[in-house]
């Protein structure tokens, strides 16, 4: 199994910026495909953003223009840069990733980190 650790959650006013961190815990993780996921209370979870292995990036609708994904494969990190929060963007934000470990197709899910935007 591979475990991915996020960070960077937290509360912020509308128009303020957040930066979210996924790592997975294993260097030898050969990740596909990285995103990050939100479900806020009462709703489904949804695709906020993916980055593939070849840097194909896809954004959800409502977050074009505001949020940008990237990643670092060395330190098989990828980054959520969040500008222009609303208070709809208010959820719980999982981070999803999917690759090879060694011989064995994987996905993974973090724990998930709370983003809160006040009005």
């Known amino acids: 199994q591979v475990k991915l650790v996020e960070s960077g959650g937290g509360e912020v006013q509308a128009g303020g910026s957040l930066r979210l961190a996924c790592t997975a815990s294993q260097s030898t993780f050969s990740i596909a495909n990285i995103g990050w996921y939100r479900q806020a209370p009462g709703k489904e979870r949804e695709l906020v953003a993916v980055?593939?292995?070849?840097?194909?990036?896809k954004y959800a609708d409502s977050v074009k223009g505001r949020f940008t994904i990237s990643r670092d494969k060395g330190e098989n990190t990828a980054y959520l840069q969040m500008n222009s929060l609303k208070p709809e963007d208010t959820a719980v934000y999982y981070c999803n990733a999917d690759g090879w470990l060694v011989t064995t197709y994987l996905e993974s899910w973090g724990q998930g980190t709370p983003v809160t935007v006040s009005s």
């Open positions: 980055i593939s292995s070849g840097g194909t990036l």
